[in-house]
Each structure stands twice: as C-alpha cells, then as structure tokens.
C-alpha cells in the first residue's frame, strides 16, 4: 500500500517563499517520475511541476521560473521550493506519479497566499 505524506504548507505573504516535502513508502520510488499537483476551491486538480527518474524537470506556465521541484532518491522525497509566491497559488498541493497516479493520494498541504 503505498502513502504519499506532504507537508511544509502555510499561510504566506505575496511575495514570499514555502519549500514542500513528499515523502513516499511502499514503492520504488526512483522508479517512477513524480509530480506536483494543486487544487483550488472549486478547481480540478492541476499538474504545476514533474521531474523525471533522471532529474528532467517539467512546469506549468502559470508557475515556470517561479518554483522548482527536485527530488531525494536515497530518502524516499520529492520537493517543491516555491518563491515568488502569488495569491494565484493558494491551493491544496499533492504529491504522486506521473502521469498515471498509484490510485490514492495524500492528505496535502495547504497553501495560502494573502495579498
């Protein structure tokens, strides 16, 4: 069964920074390319960001030169540093594969951006 557990959201400023963490168990996780979803209220779940088993990284427009996701192989960990923080960003964000997810989620992480 595996668990994606994400933390490190919380209430920012515009402008300011929040680094995301991932941790995933029961599965090999080097084996898979991984991604970083959002949901706003009354939104669908969009992808924001993925990156490869070899580190080739991918990003929606709305988030390019803004945030950068990275990964930890030896520690099970996919993150997500996100500057430049807008109120457009203020979401519940997941973690899981890539393009086809392991069929359950995580809890999320909020994250709120005040103006």
């Known amino acids: 069964q595996v668990q994606l557990v994400e933390s490190g959201g919380g209430l920012v400023q515009a402008g300011g920074s929040l680094r995301l963490s991932c941790v995933i168990s029961g599965r090999t996780f080097s084996l898979y390319t991984m991604g970083w979803y959002r949901q706003a209220p009354g939104k669908q779940r969009e992808l924001v960001a993925r990156i490869t088993t070899g580190g080739s990284t991918n990003y929606a427009d709305s988030v390019k030169g803004r945030f950068t996701i990275s990964r930890d192989n030896a520690k099970n960990t996919v993150y997500l540093q996100m500057n430049s923080l807008e109120p457009e960003d203020t979401a519940v964000y997941y973690c899981?594969?890539?393009?086809?997810?392991?069929?359950?989620w995580g809890q999320g992480t909020q994250v709120t951006v005040s103006s």
């Open positions: 899981n594969k890539f393009p086809n997810d392991f069929g359950s």
